[in-house]
T-cell receptor
């Protein structure tokens, strides 16, 4: 069964600190892995998309890694800011069909405190 | 920037009513999607469309239908609303040029069925 599991479910850190969010998946055949940020009351916004051959991708203070052998990804946030408080969703795309099939994780809720 | 606009942020309807949720995108994207988002369940795909008048069922299509008469507009219809359809509904669009295209989401419609 295709599944995406994220950990931790929630996280509280102090402003300025770094943190790492985890994503494990059992999706086959794999196409790509995406991280989205969802602010409260807003729709998700794409942070990164990584294919099988990419193992690191950065977007400002956000760095995503992918280990296709162990089927794990992480999202590292450097020097956190209050605006990083949001839900972070890991999404894995399986091959097939016109658009592929997206399998969504349940998200990690991050709260950054001053 | 891509803009996906959902017609209502909040909507309250009664059981048995026919409910229309509208979504418009301004980037000439071929693909459009409807999801619902519930706590603990993540995002689940209801329907998607990869062209005008084309539609495909997602993971949870029961109780819903869709309409895509124009490329920029994708409507979700609840034929006879029930309380278990109370949820956050998110519309998304993406370009059809390969499966590594990000989905762009609207800010959601929070629908309550009383």
């Amino acid at each position: 069964k295709n599944q995406v599991e994220q950990s931790p479910q929630s996280l509280i850190i102090l402003e300025g600190k770094n943190c790492t969010l985890q994503c494990n998946y059992t999706v086959s055949p794999f196409s790509n892995l995406r991280w989205y940020k969802q602010d409260t009351g807003r729709g998700p916004v794409s942070l990164t998309i990584m294919t099988f051959s990419e193992n690191t991708k950065s977007n400002g203070r956000y760095t995503a890694t992918l280990d296709a052998d162990t089927k794990q990804s992480s999202l590292h946030i450097t020097a956190s800011q209050l605006s990083d408080s949001a839900s972070y969703i890991c999404v894995v795309s399986a091959q097939g069909g016109n658009t592929g099939k997206l399998i969504f994780g349940q998200g990690t809720t991050l709260q950054v405190k001053p | 920037d891509v803009k996906v606009t959902q017609s209502s942020r909040y909507l309250v309807k009664r059981t048995g009513e026919k409910v229309f949720l509208e979504c418009v995108q301004d980037m000439d994207h071929e693909n459009m999607f409807w999801y619902r988002q519930d706590p603990g369940l993540g995002l689940r795909l209801i329907y998607f469309s990869y062209d005008v008048k084309m539609k495909e069922k997602g993971d949870i299509p029961e109780g819903y239908s869709v309409s895509r008469e124009k490329k920029e507009r994708f409507s979700l219809i609840l034929e006879s609303a029930s309380t278990n359809q109370t949820s956050m509904y998110l519309c998304a669009s993406s370009w059809a040029g390969g499966r590594n295209q990000p989905q762009h989401f609207g800010d959601g419609t929070r629908l309550s069925i009383l």
